[in-house]
């Protein structure tokens, strides 16, 4: 166990690719989620298509094999990327793929009534989306997106197949090193839970943040009312 | 639980504070010709004719289903038109003219012509993720123009005029079901509509909640020359705020007149039988 202790700089170097890993895909995912969840919620149909195949392509899609196509495959037509990117890109599509389904249901479930209130007060179909739709569909989105955000973190630890040195890859290596095959592991066990956690903080600060906006008081802490009350679908208070 | 109305039998308001801030002048009047409108098979208004003049108020009465709330959307809107023309003022809600023949209204048009038209709702729709404040001015510094001092103080005079002027920071969920919707007709006011639609705007609330927004609403038929349409089950208030009932079943006018004809001596079998199931629940 000591041995996996000493080589608590490598698992720091490790969890910090993980984190990067992380913040770069969901940022991404984010855009994309964002982007083509809105595009799904058009009245012309074209527009909507274009949402279909996006997420029907990439979530019918394993994240290991873009990754492999983005690093692999893509050079021999000439388009190399770095690990990284290729990586960050393979994760970015995947979860934007889900996160685009939420966007697009969390819009969708906005009360139909608060469209015609916006409709009577004579708003533009960009500031009816803008100043009212988004903002109550936010509160929507954001525990699905608390999910997909620690997906996402687990579903990088395939990384290290395209030679990037995360935290599973480091893991291996002082496996390798030490022979100390239960200790390693649960070391990083720990530390992928750990970075959850911390992802679940801040998804549960903007969760927060979005009920003072709706003025609704904020839960001291979660219970099950309270996660299935900002649950796509669920009636906004 | 919801929460209370901490001023059940609100203020009626000051008639000074109304005269201030009610638009007034150049209300326009509407006229509906050969209108229909269907929802799949089910036809809700077959070529329905009727028109209403500058500054009049009037009530449109009738079963469910029989078309009065579609009407109201049809005006804000909310539905589109199948067949014939509605007017409002001089111009075609629906249509508009484009080398010298009247085709379908583009978006921009519709959005000129929702300029004149307010509406408020049996359910308030105010904006949650706003407080009062907000959504008193974000239509009318996001649409009108108005800048936030001008529509702050708007807004500042409409809720006095509603009697809710210390709760212009309150969110929507804060408010009573009475509240909101004198707020909802503050929002409604703010945009300056020379026609002013009354969905069922009672419906939604308990009963002792009730008689401030109605009596809110005397006020401002009285203090101003808005053009007003107005869907309600409360006979009472009809009585009091219209110039004209119309009675309506299945998409078409039974009969109509002035108040006191229609709910005193109705002449028609089905008016009568309508207002004894009204009176009766």
């Known amino acids: 166990m000591s041995d996996v202790l000493d080589s608590y700089q490598l698992l720091l170097k490790g969890a910090w690719v993980t984190v990067q890993l992380t913040l770069y895909g969901s940022a991404l995912a984010l855009v994309l989620a964002l982007v083509f969840g809105l595009v799904g919620t058009s009245r012309l149909r074209a527009v909507r298509a274009l949402n279909r195949v996006y997420v029907e392509f990439f979530r019918g899609t394993a994240t290991l094999v873009l990754m492999y196509w983005f690093f692999y495959s893509l050079p021999l037509i000439g388009l190399r990327f770095t690990p990284m990117f290729a990586a960050v890109l393979a994760l970015g599509l995947n979860v934007g793929a889900y996160g685009a389904e939420v966007v697009r249901g969390s819009v969708n479930a906005v009360p139909r009534a608060q469209y015609e209130a916006t409709v009577a007060l004579n708003f533009t179909p960009l500031q009816r989306m803008r100043r009212v739709l988004l903002p109550q569909a936010v509160a929507l989105m954001l525990p699905p997106f608390g999910n997909l955000l620690i997906e996402l973190m687990k579903g990088s630890a395939v990384v290290s197949l395209i030679t990037i040195s995360d935290l599973m890859f480091r893991a291996k290596q002082i496996q390798a090193s030490t022979g100390e095959t239960l200790w390693t592991y649960v070391a990083i066990l720990v530390i992928y839970f750990v970075i959850a956690q911390v992802l679940q903080l801040a998804v549960r600060l903007a969760e927060r943040r979005v009920d003072r906006m709706l003025g609704r008081a904020p839960s001291r802490e979660a219970s099950l009312s309270t996660i299935a009350a900002g649950a796509p679908g669920a009636e906004v208070r | ?281």
Not at chain 2, 16 to 39: C, D, Q, S, T, Y
Not at chain 2, 41 to 51: A, G, I, P, Q, W
Not at chain 2, 217 to 239: N, P, Q
Not at chain 2, 250 to 263: A, H, K, L, S, Y
């Open chain 2, 1 to 281: 639980m919801p929460p209370t109305d901490t001023t059940p039998d609100a203020p009626s308001p000051k008639k000074e504070a109304a005269a201030a801030v009610l638009p007034r002048g150049g209300a326009p009047g509407i006229r509906f010709e050969k209108v229909v409108k269907r929802f799949g098979s089910n036809v809700v208004l077959r070529e329905l004719d009727f028109s209403v003049a500058p500054g009049e108020r009037v009530t449109l009465i009738g079963p469910s289903g029989s078309g009065k709330t579609t009407i109201l959307r049809l005006l804000m809107t909310l539905e589109k038109l199948d067949d014939g023309l509605i007017w409002v003022g001089d111009d075609t809600l629906w249509h508009m003219e484009k080398g010298g023949k009247r085709v379908p209204a583009n978006q921009r048009h519709l959005h000129e012509m929702r300029k004149r038209i307010g509406m408020v709702f049996q359910q308030f729709n105010l904006f949650p993720n706003m407080n009062v404040l907000r959504n008193l001015t974000e239509g009318p510094v996001r649409v009108l123009g108005l800048s936030r001092d001008e529509a702050v103080e708007r807004a500042r005079g409409l809720l006095d005029m509603v009697g809710l002027a210390d709760k212009i920071d309150a969110h929507p969920s804060q408010l009573s079901g009475g509240q909101q919707q004198r707020v909802a007709i503050a929002r409604a006011l703010a945009m300056e509509p020379r026609v002013l639609l009354l969905d069922e705007v009672t419906s939604a609330l308990d009963p002792e909640l009730v008689v401030g927004v109605q009596d809110l609403l005397r006020d401002i038929a009285r203090e101003s020359d808005l053009t007003m349409l107005c869907v309600t089950h409360e006979m009472g208030f009809a009585k009091d705020i219209s110039d004209r009932v119309l009675m309506f079943d299945q998409g078409q006018i039974v009969e109509e007149g002035p108040p006191d004809r229609i709910f005193g001596e109705p002449s028609e079998q089905r008016t009568r039988d309508f207002l004894q199931a009204v009176l009766a629940s």
